[in-house]
């Protein structure tokens, strides 16, 4: 049987032939006592290294990145509500050129808050990073 | 789409790997610790690049061979006093790695194949995987395993007359 790679006695170790490879060289293991030497030479290489291996294995703690908070839209709405009412009382209370006034400049920055907006959510959503520990994945 | 939550989660069963093949290039736990962490958040930061038909084991572990590679290289520029056997590696129920013995064993094998060894053994890769990490074919991965576990043998031959 010269079909085959001496390779292949460490790809058996290692599960790595597929069903017809690995019957061949289980054959060829049962039948030549030379290669089954070999294999056996292979086998206690393998248990070494296993050993050696397992001892050195342990489990670090990943520290994962905090995601910048991402306002939270009820809390929006409550200000906005908020904010229009104040609005209310203070159009009752105030001479008409100040209403205007306090009209015209609170829809200028509510204009300019929804234009802002979508980068500062962009931005917190890309995670400015601040470590703190935690083992369960990134937020 | 591999979001930031499945890249924790596929991260999680690797670390103890990740851990062992760490500190089998570092020596040192903390140095290992460290190199894990490193790797953990680059891989976060290149998210977008990983292609997730190839496998996520392989593409993962090239990133923290680089990180090791890193944090060595560092370690090197900068030296603290050494310790014998790392300080940090004395926590209780912890075993203490044979590093006498692995060195034994892989000294005369070149860096290559003491490569493939780190990556068979402490990453516990498959023959596929350690291909996609080092660029070679999966033959080429058999057959340099193949050797360095007769280099081992001979050596292990030589010991038990």
């Not at chain 1, 904010?83 to 209370?93: D, E, N, S």
């Not at chain 2, 790392?86 to 064993?105: E, N, Q, V």
Request: charged letters at 25%; hydrophobic letters at 45%; glycine letters at 4%.
């Amino acid at each position: 049987m010269n079909d085959w790679d001496p390779a292949e006695l460490s790809a058996l170790l290692d599960g790595e032939l597929d069903s017809a490879r690995t019957e061949k060289v289980e054959a060829l293991i049962a039948a030549d006592p030379g290669v089954r030497a070999e294999f056996e030479r292979l086998a206690q290489a393998d248990r070494r290294l296993r050993t050696i291996a397992e001892a050195a294995l342990f489990r670090p703690e990943v520290r994962w990145p905090e995601a910048a908070p991402v306002p939270r839209p009820a809390q929006a709405g409550f200000v906005l509500g908020f904010a229009f009412i104040l609005l209310a009382w203070a159009v009752g209370k105030l001479a008409p050129t100040m209403t205007a006034s306090i009209v015209v400049n609170g829809a200028s920055l509510v204009l300019l808050l929804a234009w802002l907006a979508p980068f500062a959510l962009r931005e917190a959503r890309s995670g400015q990073h601040s470590l703190i520990s935690t083992t369960g994945g990134p937020n | 789409m591999f979001v930031d939550q499945d890249y924790g989660r596929a991260l999680e069963p690797l670390l103890a790997q990740a851990g062992g093949y760490a500190r089998s290039i570092l020596r040192s736990r903390a140095d290992a610790e460290d190199a894990v962490q490193l790797a953990a958040l680059r891989g976060l930061e290149r998210l977008s690049s990983y292609d997730e038909a190839r496998p996520f084991k392989a593409w993962w572990f090239a990133i923290l061979r680089n990180c090791c590679i890193d944090t060595f290289r560092r370690a090197r520029r900068h030296p603290t006093v050494a310790i014998e056997n790392d300080i940090a590696d004395d926590r209780p129920g912890d075993l203490s790695p044979d590093w006498d013995a692995l060195d034994a064993a892989l000294e005369s094998l070149s860096d290559s194949h003491r490569e493939i060894v780190r990556l068979r053994y402490f990453a516990a890769l498959s023959y596929a995987e350690i291909a996609e990490v080092l660029s070679i074919p999966r033959g080429t991965v058999m057959s340099r395993l193949h050797h360095a576990r007769q280099v081992l043998a001979a050596r292990l031959q030589e010991k038990t007359p």
